[in-house]
């Protein structure tokens, strides 16, 4: 069989098992063999790494892992994909194919089933549809991974790695770099899948911080604070802020002047490090 990125072999593998894309699960197989080499470069995989990937497709990129890492576990949500999984992996051994939803799974359990030796690494072609709830499921519920390499929009690359002041730059931004270190791998271009989708794509890799980039007392008011400040990012900081019930508006500005925060900036203009500051005075009752 030619490559699995082939176009040629795409079309003939769907034409055999008369397979659809479908639209509701954002299906685009990728056809450029320099792309899939990327991803697995970006990975860093050994043979002792346990890589989960997220929508194997028909097996492309899981085939090119296999022979890199010691297990790989590829979550397919489609049980149409499942027997063409089977079919075009049958020659590895270390590959466990599973019909199940990400984002309904206990990945952490999973993950201590396989009992790894060496380090767990995600990786992934992101559907645009479902790709901030995957990270922030990962990122969240803190399950132990090293890194997260992933395709995603280039636009949701953009607003993950986006400072402070750009119109890019809003709440993804600041949880995803507050658990991870963002790095840019490669642009995609819509031509390298098929179908092919009507936006250009990125590969972009998140390295998990050992301990989160800036220090807090309270996360869970940390990401209310910057929730409640992009909700509403049209309104100044005070106001937006105001919004949550826990606070009087009259000591919440006394405690972004105390914070030297100008009250009337918005929360696009904010950097973790004064989300942080923020979150730490008004723990401590300022």
């Known amino acids: 069989m030619d490559k699995l990125y082939a176009p040629r072999t795409i079309n003939d593998i769907m034409k055999k098992h008369d397979f659809k894309t479908s639209k509701r699960y954002g299906q685009n197989f990728l056809t450029d063999g320099n792309i899939v080499r990327k991803i697995v470069d970006a990975a860093a ?15 492309t990129l899981t085939a090119e892992l296999a022979k890199e890492a010691g297990k790989v576990l590829a979550i397919e949500i489609d049980k149409r994909l499942i ?9 590895f051994e270390n590959i466990r194919i599973m019909n199940i939803d990400f984002l309904l799974a206990d990945i952490e359990k999973i993950i201590k089933e396989e009992k790894p030796i060496g380090d767990v690494k995600i990786i992934g072609n992101l559907p645009y549809y479902i790709t901030t709830p995957i990270i922030m499921k990962i990122l969240e519920e803190k399950i132990k ?17 986006a400072h402070p002041g750009t119109k890019e730059y809003g709440a993804i931004s600041v949880a995803v770099q507050y658990y991870a270190d963002i790095k840019m791998i490669s642009q995609v271009s819509r031509e390298v899948f098929l179908p092919k989708p009507h936006v250009d794509s990125a590969v972009i890799r998140l390295d998990i911080r050992k301990k989160p980039a800036v220090e807090v007392e309270n996360e869970e008011l940390f990401f209310q604070l910057v929730k409640a400040g992009f909700n509403q990012r049209r309104k100044t900081l005070l106001n937006a802020l105001s919004q949550l019930s826990s606070f009087n508006k009259v000591a919440l500005e006394k405690t972004l002047i105390k914070c030297e925060i100008d009250p009337k900036r918005r929360a696009e203009t904010l950097s973790l490090e004064e989300f942080a500051l923020l979150e730490r005075a008004l723990s401590q009752g300022f």
Do not use: F, H, Y
């Open 45 to 59: 995989t050994t043979k002792d790494d346990l890589i989960i990937e997220i929508g194997p497709g028909i097996g």
């Open 83 to 91: 027997p063409i999984l089977n079919e075009n992996l049958k020659e």
């Open 145 to 161: 991974v090293k890194s997260i390499t992933i395709m995603v929009q280039k636009e949701v690359a953009d607003r993950l790695k």
